[in-house]
């Protein structure tokens, strides 16, 4: 498996997928000709149209490059919470963010690419992320069951607002987090001897404030 990875990743349609990835993320999908993502991999022109057809093809593909594998983990961890008679409200926000998380923090350049990748998906309202989460809704949906569980007596429709609030907050703060772009992320953990900043505790820090806003304290 990690040897395809590494051969797709130096191929053509590999460096087609990580310059659109790059642009997308910084400029948003419909800011980014085909011509700037030919220029920017190194291909010529005919090379994304034979191996994409389209940009909307081409950015299903991105959005299923780590999909699976996180929307699966989730599904686990989620399905083994529904075990348990009272779930923790904490630990269903865990769950959501952890695993982009751990992929945008274990690989600083294409998994913190990807986070960011997303996030602007999510801010520009992508019809194409939304096809794409269809393939999903059956994982998705087990968020608002936990939540029910976890905060009986609040409206369901109340919950599934409150969760689509976090998962913006998630995205973007994740993004920022792995772009080390914002004078909060160098600021949040810094240590008296101007060490790095402490992700671990920005993480739970962002659980803890995701976990208040959904529970309304």
């Not at 269903?92 to 952890?98: D, K, Q």
């Amino acid at each position: 498996m990690a040897s395809t990875r590494s051969s797709i990743k130096g191929s053509a349609r590999g460096l087609i997928l990580d310059a659109a990835e790059e642009l997308f993320a910084q400029h948003g999908v419909e800011a980014v000709s085909l011509r700037n993502i030919n220029a920017t991999a190194g291909v010529s022109p005919g090379v994304l149209h034979y191996h994409f057809g389209s940009r909307e093809v081409l950015v299903s593909e991105l959005i299923n490059r780590h999909m699976a594998e996180l929307m699966a983990e989730r599904e686990q961890r989620l399905r083994a919470l529904l075990e348990t008679q009272q779930p923790s409200l904490r630990d269903i926000v865990a769950i959501l963010v952890e695993p982009l998380a751990a992929l945008a923090l274990r690989d600083p350049t294409e998994g913190a690419r990807y986070v960011q990748f997303m996030a602007r998906l999510y801010a520009d309202n992508s019809p194409i992320l939304d096809e794409v989460s269809q393939k999903y809704l059956h994982i998705n949906a087990l968020y608002p069951q936990l939540l029910a569980r976890a905060l009986p007596g609040q409206s369901l429709q109340e919950l599934q607002l409150r969760l689509a609030m976090a998962n913006h907050t998630m995205l973007q703060t994740l993004a920022d987090m792995s772009s080390r772009q914002r004078y909060w992320v160098t600021l949040a953990g810094e240590t008296a001897t101007s060490g790095p900043p402490d992700t671990a505790a920005q993480l739970s820090l962002l659980i803890d404030f995701i976990t208040a806003g959904i529970a309304g304290s």
